[in-house]
């Protein structure tokens, strides 16, 4: 039972890259979200997939995509990297709004 | 726009102490609130969840508080331990959101 997992641990782009990150969970829960956490601010949400089929923005949407390929998994696309989006990433899940969230250990991205 | 405040933003004591952590937040109609550790270079680890019609919830040496009209929330560590030394999140929900504040950088010295 591995939990949430993430992959990968650390990344390095250079400005205009392409690259996805990749989050799966073993828990069977329904909702999965995308945060990224930057020095000083907290985390910020950047999309969320209340169930299989459905994605919604967060509090901080832009230059990302995302994709809820099947209860399992949620993959977070940039499509064209820029060093604003040098940041900590954090996936999670949740079985229902009254309980907790499950976090992953992150992916650490760093844009040239 | 639900806003959240964590005060101090870091906190040193030394071992033994009982310290109190808050989090203050601007909309009062939350659904929940909750209390996360993060170690250095880890994930969140939740703590504590109190639900929008609780006053507090206790796990060991940790007691949290909710007070929905003022706005505020405490996280109470007794007896505090070196192995308490992390960042402690404030979280809450809105509907779908959950809004994060920055955290409190603990320190407890042996």
Same mark, same amino acid.
């Given at each position: 039972?591995?939990?949430v997992t993430?992959?990968?641990?650390?990344?390095?782009?250079?400005?205009?890259?392409?690259?996805?990150?990749?989050?799966?969970?073993?828990?069977?829960?329904?909702?999965?979200?995308?945060?990224?956490?930057d020095?000083?601010?907290?985390?910020?949400l950047? %999309?969320?997939?209340?169930?299989?089929?459905?994605?919604?923005?967060?509090e901080?949407?832009?230059? %990302?995509?995302?994709?809820?390929?099947?209860?399992?998994?949620?993959? +977070?696309r940039?499509?064209?990297?820029?060093?604003?989006?040098?940041?900590?990433?954090?996936?999670?899940?949740?079985?229902?709004?009254?309980?907790?969230?499950?976090?992953?250990?992150?992916?650490? +991205?760093?844009?040239l | 726009?639900?806003?959240?405040?964590?005060?101090?933003?870091?906190?040193s004591v030394?071992e033994?102490?009982?310290?109190?952590?808050?989090?203050?937040f601007?909309?009062?109609?939350?659904?929940?609130l909750?209390?996360?550790?993060? &170690?250095?270079?880890?994930?969140l680890?939740?703590?504590?969840?109190?639900q929008?019609?609780?006053?507090?919830?206790?796990?060991?040496?940790?007691?949290?508080?909710? &007070?929905?009209?003022?706005?505020?929330s405490?996280?109470?560590?007794?007896a505090?331990?070196?192995?308490?030394s992390?960042?402690y999140l404030?979280?809450?929900?809105?509907?779908?959101d959950?809004?994060?504040?920055?955290?409190t950088?603990?320190?407890?010295?042996?």
């Amino acid at each position: 039972n591995a939990g949430v997992t993430q992959t990968p641990k650390f990344q390095v782009l250079k400005t205009g890259q392409s690259m996805t990150l990749q989050c799966a969970q073993d828990m069977n829960h329904n909702s999965m979200y995308w945060y990224r956490q930057d020095p000083g601010m907290g985390l910020r949400l950047i %999309y969320y997939s209340a169930s299989e089929g459905t994605t919604d923005k967060g509090e901080v949407p832009n230059g %990302y995509n995302v994709s809820r390929l099947n209860k399992r998994e949620f993959s +977070l696309r940039l499509e064209s990297a820029a060093p604003s989006q040098t940041s900590v990433y954090f996936c999670a899940t949740q079985r229902t709004r009254a309980e907790t969230q499950y976090f992953g250990p992150g992916t650490r +991205l760093l844009v040239l | 726009k639900q806003e959240v405040t964590q005060i101090p933003a870091a906190l040193s004591v030394p071992e033994g102490e009982n310290l109190v952590l808050n989090c203050s937040f601007t909309d009062s109609a939350i659904y929940n609130l909750q209390w996360f550790r993060q &170690d250095p270079g880890k994930g969140l680890t939740s703590l504590l969840l109190i639900q929008s019609s609780q006053r507090e919830q206790t796990s060991g040496r940790l007691n949290a508080s909710l &007070d929905k009209s003022s706005g505020r929330s405490t996280l109470y560590i007794a007896a505090s331990q070196p192995g308490d030394s992390a960042t402690y999140l404030c979280a809450v929900t809105n509907n779908n959101d959950m809004r994060f504040g920055a955290g409190t950088r603990l320190t407890v010295k042996p």
